[in-house]
């Protein structure tokens, strides 16, 4: 068929419809641009003070063109589902308009609500979407739906993003009946010779609005470099929310691929080599080669040890300009008793809490894969996981949970590592009292009396109670609310002072829940060993522009019989996947042999730790999306960024590609992906 045929309805009609495609086209580039600019009033305060306008200005530029893209996507839907069924149907203009207009509609309530979705995703993470929104599809999506109702106001959001796309859908559809203008007689009677024209102008057309504003990649906008002025959260507002959730889409596919920063497989030999010293091995199994050989116990070996991963366990409460806010008086006691130790240079595995377990469970460093949804995690266990090792040295391992036990498949994941026991909430008979299952004082004391004759257990605990909705009656347990708030309306640059001091109360809940819970336990089972740390810092910062620090480090303290001052390094540099090791060589005989990607925390030899995005050294804290360096806000001494970010690079492109290559590939150094 002869679609540009001589009959003139069907040119005058396709013109017609094209015309109204591009007013679609404008009318939601001009919404996203729109919400754009609200949403930047709306959270000013997040905005660096001393901002020049021009920056604000250009910000808006910038992200018009990068709009483009966004606007013509939804203007293509609407050619391919309307203007080309009228080349061929041109007696049905009528409908395919309403099939349009219902495009339309579509997508003014997918951008509403997005945009209303942006607010508490950008408070919470000080990010628009970016990965946590593939982490929250994966996880307990039931927990998930009713935080966002409790907490981050769900239901009020989806009605208003309906309110909003029912009033944007009549303003479409009083745009979209306007009169067309009438096709040019120089075409009316000649389709080839409008074809001949259409063609080319979309072509231009389509160039420009692909390439963001422009007719070449290297002259265009796109994602990855939007971000040109010199403040986070106006690059973070170039992107609108379609661009945003490309981000994440395209970021998804790349940590599938492997393509993530610092995994570079090609040189997977060499860091088979550089690991654990083996430079003279020459072997086909990876295994060998992060073999290590402890030096000697240096504590007595424990009867019960605890690793605690306190949620959401940010560092920045214990640095002195937050003293006065109280957050952890309990973690601060036993950092500074005399069998206490802490490093201030700690980092966790990720910026979400299944990194840090994936971690702890199977020694990997966080590398941009989900390790615990790998067919392999399931049917072999790493040589560097936690369990299999303690229970060579007689422990049994058991994993502690106050929410649901299949919440985003880490019991599997723990059971098929070598884990004895794994327990949620309704394991212990604990009650549900918030979305993610029970509060932490019903999971300490449920451990608690589970101890009573139990044979010697590694126990590694992950609290709830520290995360949205903060639900707890934390002024019943004899937190100050009323003077918290005095405190935090006193802080600068505090997006909401009160739901600050709420959270803050929710972090003394749980600090005061693990420190009764350690009291209680060394004074019936002396020689037990605590190991307290958090699985991220993200989600309650102290301001609208925390450093990199504040926002990403945490704890770590080492407490118990034995713990000296001196046990390890002072402030040795560390993350989740240090723990495993540095454990081994505070318990473990001499030449009792481990594997391990990274050293002990002992040896003092690593120079760098880091998560997904962000390194910590002995004077720096760095951006791995950049070469942003910032001094350490707990020491604050003179640095060189290319010394410290040197010394990020001995460690981070060999850690994260043997972790990449043990989840994707197995220990077989010829073997493929699977």
Not at 134 to 163: C, K, Q, T
Not at 347 to 373: C, D, H, K, Q, W
Not at 453 to 482: C, K, Q, R
């Amino acid at each position: 068929m002869n679609i540009f045929s001589t009959h003139p309805p069907r040119t005058g009609a396709f013109f017609a419809s094209v015309q109204r495609d591009l007013r679609l086209f404008l009318f939601m580039l001009a919404l996203v641009c729109v919400y754009r600019v609200i949403f930047m009033a709306a959270l000013s305060n997040f905005l660096a003070s001393g901002t020049p306008v021009a920056e604000i200005l250009l910000a808006n530029f910038v992200g018009l063109r990068l709009s483009l893209k966004t606007a013509g996507w939804c203007a293509a839907f609407a050619f391919l589902f309307a203007s080309v069924p009228v080349l061929i149907f041109p007696s049905r203009e009528a409908l395919f308009s309403r099939v349009r207009l219902a495009i339309g509609a579509i997508e003014s309530l997918l951008f509403s609500v997005l945009f209303l979705a942006r607010f508490p995703f950008y408070r919470a993470f000080h990010c628009t979407f970016n990965t946590q929104v593939m982490a929250g599809a994966n996880d307990d999506l039931h927990s998930v739906f009713w935080m966002m109702v409790e907490e981050y106001g769900l239901v009020w959001r989806l009605l208003v993003a309906l309110l909003l796309a029912a009033a944007l859908t009549v303003a479409l559809k009083k745009l979209l009946a306007l009169r067309t203008l009438p096709l040019p007689r120089i075409f009316r009677d000649h389709p080839l010779r409008f074809a001949a024209a259409f063609l080319p102008a979309f072509a231009v057309f389509f160039l420009f609005v692909r390439f963001g504003g422009a007719f070449t990649y290297g002259g265009g906008v796109n994602w990855e470099s939007a971000g040109i002025t010199s403040d986070a959260f106006l690059n973070e507002c170039i992107l609108d929310d379609g661009q945003a959730m490309y981000r994440v889409r395209i970021m998804e596919q790349r940590m599938k691929d492997g393509a993530i920063a610092g995994v570079e497989k090609e040189r997977v030999r060499d860091f088979a080599r550089q690991a654990a010293g083996h430079a003279d091995l020459a072997s086909d199994d990876l295994t060998p080669y992060l073999e290590r050989t402890a030096k000697g116990a240096r504590i007595a070996k424990p009867r019960h040890i605890f690793i605690i991963l306190g949620e959401s366990w940010a560092r920045w409460p214990e640095l002195e300009k937050y003293a006065a806010l109280g957050a952890v008086p309990g973690l601060e006691s036993l950092a500074a008793a005399p069998n206490g130790y802490e490093s201030a240079a700690f980092m966790p595995n990720g910026t979400f809490t299944s990194s840090a377990i994936n971690g702890i469970i199977t020694g990997l460093p966080e590398m941009g894969v989900r390790v615990n949804y790998q067919p392999r995690s399931l049917r072999e266990v790493y040589p560097t996981a936690l369990a299999p090792q303690m229970q060579r040295l007689g422990y049994h391992v058991d994993f502690w949970y106050g929410g649901v036990p299949s919440w985003d498949g880490m019991n599997r994941l723990a059971l098929a590592q070598g884990f004895d026991h794994y327990y949620g909430y309704p394991d212990f008979h604990a009650p549900k009292q918030t979305t993610w299952g029970t509060n932490d004082d019903h999971l300490f004391d449920a451990l608690y009396h589970h101890l009573a004759g139990e044979e010697p257990t590694v126990h590694v605990i992950m609290t709830v109670s520290n995360h949205p909705p903060y639900t707890i009656d934390i002024e019943s347990l004899g937190f100050d609310l009323a003077r918290e708030k005095e405190l935090t309306r006193q802080m600068p640059d505090v997006d909401d002072p009160d739901q600050l001091a709420l959270e803050v109360g929710h972090i003394w809940y749980m600090d005061k829940m693990a420190t009764e819970f350690i009291k209680k336990t060394e004074a019936a089972y002396p020689d037990s060993l605590f190991i307290l740390t958090g699985d991220h810092a993200v989600r309650t910062n102290p301001s609208n522009h925390p450093t990199l620090y504040e926002h990403d480090s945490v704890p770590l303290v080492i407490y118990g019989a034995g713990v000296t001052k001196d046990i390890l390094p002072p402030n040795a540099i560390g993350g989740c996947t240090n723990l495993l090791p540095t454990l081994i060589e505070l318990i473990a005989p001499a030449g009792f042999p481990y594997y391990s990607i990274l050293p002990s925390m002992t040896e003092g030899t690593q120079t760098a730790s880091f998560n997904s995005d962000v390194w910590v050294t002995d004077k720096a804290v760095g951006s791995t999306k950049n070469d942003a360096t910032e001094p350490r806000p707990d020491i604050n001494v003179p640095f060189d960024p290319d010394t410290e970010r040197a010394k990020m690079k001995q460690w981070m492109p060999m850690a994260r590609t043997l972790s990449w290559w043990l989840a994707t590939h197995g220990t077989n150094l010829n073997g493929e992906e699977k």
